[in-house]
C-alpha cells in the first residue's frame, strides 16, 4: 500500500477509504482512525532486531480489521450503526426522516390518536424503524381501505388481540409499543400470508411480482 500522506500529518489523519477493484466495479471501504492507532513520535517505543533493542523514532499507524461503512454497486452499508449516530450527525437525519413519517402517519384515516408516534421520535431504535415509513408505503399507494385494516388487524393471526380500537371499531387506537410497532408494519407491508400453503409470516425482504 503506498501512502499520499507526509510523516508530518499522519497525526491528523482521521479516516481512509480502501478502494478496491477496477473502473468497471468497485469495492470501497470507509475505515476510521482512531487516536490510539497512531503511534507518536512523543511516546517511547522500540523494536527489536538481531536481539537488540532500538529506540523506534518515527510515526506508526496501526491498523485494525474494524471498518465503519462499505459502498458496493451504487448501494452504502452501515457496519457500525453505533460509529455512525455518535460521529456522522446520524441520529439528527434519522429524526428528521422520523419526523417526516409521522407527517405521513398523520394523514391516514384509520388511525385514532396518530401523534402518539411522535413521543417516540427520540426513542433511535423505534425512529429508525418509524423513519422506514413515506407516501410509497404499500398501504398508502395503494389507498387499502380502512375496513379492510381493521379486518386484517382482527384475524391476522400475529397481529389478533394485540391492538385496541375506538368504540365503533373504525380506527387504531394507540396506546402501547407493541401497538405501535404492528402499525409499523402494517404501512411497510411485512405481514404476508401464502396462497400455497395459507400460512402466515412476517418478512422485512420482500420482491414484488406484480
Known amino acids: ?24 466495479k468497485q469495492l470501497l471501504i470507509y475505515k476510521h482512525v482512531y487516536p490510539l492507532e497512531i503511534l507518536k513520535k512523543t511516546r517511547f517505543s522500540v523494536t527489536f532486531k538481531n536481539k537488540r533493542m532500538k529506540k523506534f523514532t518515527d510515526q506508526l499507524l ?4 474494524s471498518f465503519q461503512m462499505i459502498r458496493l454497486d451504487g448501494s452504502t452499508y452501515v ?23 409521522c407527517n405521513v402517519i398523520s394523514t391516514v384515516s384509520w388511525i385514532l390518536n396518530a401523534e402518539a408516534f411522535e413521543e417516540l421520535v427520540d426513542d433511535m431504535s ?16 395503494k ?54 400453503t395459507e400460512s402466515h409470516y412476517e418478512s422485512v425482504a420482500k420482491d414484488s411480482v406484480d
Open 1 to 24: 500500500m503506498r501512502s499520499l500522506i507526509a510523516d508530518s500529518e499522519i497525526e491528523h489523519l482521521r479516516a481512509f477509504i480502501i478502494d478496491i477493484g477496477s473502473q468497471n
Open 62 to 65: 496501526t491498523i485494525s480489521p
Open 79 to 101: 457496519i457500525d450503526i453505533p460509529f455512525i449516530e455518535k460521529n456522522a450527525k446520524f441520529k439528527l437525519l434519522t429524526k428528521e426522516k422520523a419526523t417526516q413519517a
Open 126 to 141: 423505534f425512529a429508525r424503524k418509524l423513519s422506514k415509513i413515506s407516501a410509497e408505503s404499500p398501504v398508502i399507494k
Open 143 to 196: 389507498n387499502i381501505s380502512s375496513e379492510k385494516i381493521i379486518d386484517f388487524c382482527k384475524n391476522f393471526p400475529s397481529v389478533k388481540g394485540k391492538i385496541r380500537f375506538n368504540d365503533d371499531e373504525t380506527k387504531i387506537l394507540l396506546d402501547t409499543k407493541v401497538s405501535k410497532n404492528i402499525v409499523l408494519k402494517i404501512f411497510l407491508d411485512d405481514m404476508l400470508k401464502s396462497e400455497l
